[in-house]
């Protein structure tokens, strides 16, 4: 964590010093180094950073505001749980930006792209075989993420962007608690995916659509067993 708030200082050099500490603790409770349902040592974390405690206190806030951490009375700051509401909100969101980026990029994908999709294929096959879960989802989030930005509208990245952390935190989840006990997910998972690039390239737009929502129900039926 010390290692990645002195990048941010160095990449942000005039930014408010609470800020940055923010950043650095939502990065941490994204990429489940903090865990659900975790006590934050705020102490502990003041002396690691060597930065002041009130600092420390006033990022927990602002994380407070964004539902990452609550507080429990005489007890501190606590990481949220992950929750079944939440995961069912951000995959109707999913559901609604996915799939109609997806049918606008089908429109007018070109040879260059497809390349791009069949290389990242390849690259999640690899991790298929070797049973490396935490980097198959992030291959699978350069994915999907992948649709989004080469759909080319600027409304729909934003959208987007509003979500993909909790994505990505739920995802994440899932490649630590769910894939070594569930091994036919991943290789469902990775069939799906070669289904919605077969689509994008033959130009099956009605259809694009219905594989990637058919894709999201799917993460989420199987997470949703695991929280």
Same mark, same amino acid.
């Given at each position: *964590?010390?290692?990645?708030?002195?990048?941010? %200082?160095? +990449?942000?050099?005039?930014?408010?010093?609470?800020?940055?500490?923010?950043?650095?603790?939502?990065?941490?409770?994204?990429?489940? =180094?903090?865990?659900?349902?975790? &006590?934050?040592? /705020?102490?502990?974390?003041?002396?690691?950073?060597? $930065?002041?405690?009130?600092?420390?206190?006033?990022?927990? *806030?602002?994380? !407070?505001?964004?539902?990452? $951490? #609550?507080?429990?009375?005489? &007890?501190?700051?606590? $990481?949220?749980? !992950?929750? %079944?509401?939440? !995961?069912?909100?951000?995959?109707?969101?999913?559901?609604?930006?996915?799939? +109609?980026?997806?049918?606008?990029?089908? @429109?007018?994908?070109?040879?260059?792209?497809?390349?791009?999709?069949?290389?990242?294929?390849?690259? *999640?096959? +690899?991790?298929?075989?070797?049973?490396?879960? #935490? @980097?198959?989802?992030?291959?699978? @989030?350069?994915?999907?993420?992948?649709?989004?930005?080469?759909?080319?509208?600027?409304?729909?990245?934003? *959208?987007?962007?509003?979500?993909?952390?909790?994505?990505?935190?739920?995802?994440?989840?899932?490649?630590?608690?769910?894939?070594?006990?569930?091994?036919?997910? %991943?290789?469902?998972?990775?069939?799906?995916?070669?289904?919605?690039?077969?689509?994008?390239?033959?130009?099956?737009?009605?259809?694009?659509?219905?594989?990637?929502?058919?894709? %999201?129900?799917?993460? @989420?039926?199987?997470?949703? /067993? =695991?929280?």
């Amino acid at each position: *964590m010390k290692k990645l708030l002195k990048q941010l %200082i160095e +990449n942000n050099p005039s930014e408010a010093t609470v800020k940055l500490v923010y950043k650095c603790l939502y990065n941490e409770i994204i990429l489940l =180094h903090m865990l659900p349902g975790s &006590k934050m040592n /705020l102490l502990k974390i003041s002396n690691e950073l060597n $930065v002041s405690g009130t600092t420390v206190r006033d990022a927990a *806030m602002m994380l !407070l505001k964004d539902g990452l $951490v #609550q507080i429990l009375s005489n &007890k501190g700051f606590f $990481v949220s749980e !992950l929750n %079944i509401a939440e !995961l069912r909100d951000v995959t109707a969101a999913r559901k609604i930006i996915e799939p +109609n980026a997806a049918k606008l990029l089908c @429109e007018k994908i070109t040879k260059e792209q497809i390349d791009i999709f069949n290389n990242l294929l390849t690259l *999640m096959d +690899n991790t298929v075989k070797k049973s490396d879960y #935490q @980097e198959y989802k992030k291959l699978d @989030e350069a994915f999907h993420r992948t649709i989004i930005n080469f759909c080319g509208n600027e409304s729909i990245i934003i *959208m987007y962007n509003g979500i993909v952390d909790t994505i990505k935190r739920y995802a994440l989840y899932a490649a630590v608690n769910l894939y070594k006990k569930d091994t036919s997910y %991943i290789n469902t998972s990775f069939r799906q995916h070669c289904n919605i690039v077969k689509s994008l390239e033959n130009s099956l737009i009605d259809n694009v659509g219905i594989l990637l929502r058919n894709h %999201i129900d799917s993460d @989420e039926r199987v997470i949703n /067993l =695991h929280i």
